[in-house]
């Protein structure tokens, strides 16, 4: 071979992996001003402060949270577990409940006494609707498009015609009423009432009073499985769920769970039922066919994991019971169950099918389309996602793309390992960094050629 071009052919290899050196160098250099995400991070969806009310729609992939203290509700979008709106209403808002069906979102307002009608299209407030004194539970009766209000103080239902949005009605059948649940398959509302100790019973076509059924002391939230027409009623002082027969209108057994449950929510798919309560940081789940208490999950760990560490009742004193509340919902497609936290100002979630307190992991890499991650055996892109319970150890690998090398991974101190083995304690992003590689076929022909 000609001197000459031996020289020029490796001088022009040399320069080929310089040149590799320097992107590697450029790209090491950007990477490390990237803001880098810690592993070690909280379990909680975080939303606004005092946290109550809570449900879903299921069409959308969104939760809705009442903030007590910040007078907004927070739009939770539920692939990337993010705030994606916090919508101004009225002062303290309580409850919150959803029409999956046209998308409208209605909240309970305590201290302005008004209800307020979101469209969940928008996420903007359609309109403020006034009611009785001191609004706390709403139902929402998909067979008649009406909504019911339960007034605290001033003792009395105000029933809303959703498709107007104006008031068609009054009762006045509690003492204090406070949370209604609804079945639209028989067309009964169901109201927990504290002054009486009792569950109302109402025939939705006219809104008469057929039953009044007793209960435990102080019955807070209510719940029910329409599949089984069996209604869940948590009783605070009694530290209970009563289980009524939606048929017969009778109690069928009393359950009891941990101290003062004030949140209740049914899984129809999985018959089981999820009470919080709040004096002991638990969740009960009990199994709807046995009427028995199957789990006991502490949610202690996860608040002090969110940074608080802090006794529940160091909170401000003109929030007492029964304004005091944890409540849930349930999402029967993905088997996961939300809770609102007050103390970490946040969302808590469960996973049904163990029944774990979960997280999840984002996936980010860099540069785009360099590679992929194979986490806990499964194959994750950017941007996807991978479900694991808090406290359960990852292992996670990077897989390169053709062109390229692992580099390392982004988390609180940046490693080369791969595979990164990890323990689960919060929501969080892990980033795979890739650089660039001369091929095989390439190193093969340039050596070839020398």
Request: with cysteine; charged share 15%; glycine share 6%.
């Amino acid at each position: 071979m000609n001197n000459y071009l031996s020289i020029f052919l490796y001088f022009s290899l040399v320069s080929v992996f310089f040149f590799g050196f320097f992107v590697s160098g450029i790209l090491a250099q950007e990477l490390s001003e990237q803001k880098v995400i810690s592993l070690k991070s909280s379990p909680i969806i975080n939303s606004g402060s005092f946290p109550i009310g809570i449900d879903i729609n299921p069409i959308t992939n969104k939760l809705y949270v009442a903030n007590q203290f910040s007078n907004t509700i927070s739009v939770i979008d539920i692939d990337n577990s993010k705030v994606e709106s916090n919508i101004d209403v009225g002062n303290s808002p309580y409850d919150v409940d959803v029409n999956p069906f046209s998308n409208r979102i209605y909240s309970s307002n305590r201290d302005s006494d008004t209800i307020s009608v979101i469209d969940g299209f928008t996420n903007r407030q359609l309109t403020s609707i006034r009611v009785g004194d001191s609004p706390l539970g709403i139902g929402i009766n998909l067979a008649t498009s009406w909504i019911y209000v339960a007034n605290l103080n001033s003792k009395t239902i105000t029933v809303i015609d959703a498709i107007e949005n104006h008031i068609i009605r009054t009762l006045k059948y509690a003492a204090l009423p406070y949370d209604i649940v609804i079945n639209p398959h028989t067309n009964k509302v169901y109201i927990s009432d504290l002054g009486k100790d009792s569950v109302l019973v109402l025939e939705g076509s006219n809104n008469t009073l057929v039953s009044t059924i007793p209960v435990g002391s102080k019955p807070t939230v209510l719940a029910i499985n329409t599949e089984t027409n069996t209604i869940y009623v948590s009783n605070f002082w009694n530290d209970s769920i009563s289980v009524i027969n939606g048929t017969s209108n009778k109690i069928e057994n009393t359950i009891k769970v941990g101290d003062n449950p004030v949140g209740i929510a049914v899984n129809p798919r999985t018959n089981k039922i999820y009470v919080n309560n709040l004096a002991d940081n638990t969740i009960s789940i009990i199994d709807g066919l046995t009427n028995k208490v199957i789990k006991k999950i502490s949610l202690e760990s996860a608040i002090v994991a969110s940074g608080v560490n802090k006794p529940f009742f160091n909170i401000p004193l003109k929030v007492t019971f029964p304004f005091i509340a944890s409540k849930l919902t349930v999402d029967p497609t993905t088997n996961f169950t939300y809770i609102t936290n007050t103390r970490s100002n946040g969302i808590i979630t469960i996973d049904g099918n163990k029944d774990d307190i979960i997280a999840k992991i984002f996936m980010d890499i860099n540069p785009p389309n360099s590679g992929n991650v194979k986490c806990n055996d499964m194959i994750l892109s950017a941007g996807e996602s991978t479900t694991l319970p808090v406290n359960s150890t990852a292992k996670c690998e990077a897989v390169p793309d053709r062109g390229y090398d692992f580099g390392y991974w982004s988390v609180k101190n940046n490693t080369k390992e791969n595979p990164v083995i990890f323990n689960v304690t919060g929501y969080g992003t892990l980033t795979a960094n890739f650089k660039g590689a001369i091929l095989t076929e390439t190193f093969i022909i340039l050596t070839s050629v020398l």
